[in-house]
């Protein structure tokens, strides 16, 4: 997981096409945005976070750190 890839998304991509890039690299189908990432399952991760985030921002009116704080929290407990 890389941050700044995650923020790049999140300041440049809407909540309907992170969606659908999620759609597509689940069903192994082309992009038609550009996902930064070493392999399939890293692009995954970026924007899985991405639209958490950006809805979490969204839904709480915080600022992307704030966002992203919540986010790695949420995954430290899931992997802890």
Do not use: C
């Amino acid at each position: 997981m890389k941050i700044p890839v995650i923020k790049k998304l999140v300041e440049t991509q809407s909540i309907e096409a992170l969606t659908a890039a999620e759609e597509a690299l689940m069903e192994e189908q082309p992009l038609a945005i550009e996902v930064e990432g070493d392999d399939e399952g890293e692009q995954l991760t970026h924007v899985i976070a991405a639209a958490w985030i950006l809805n979490y921002m969204n839904d709480n009116s915080v600022d992307f750190k704030t966002a992203l704080r919540e986010y790695t929290k949420k995954v430290r407990v899931s992997i802890s």
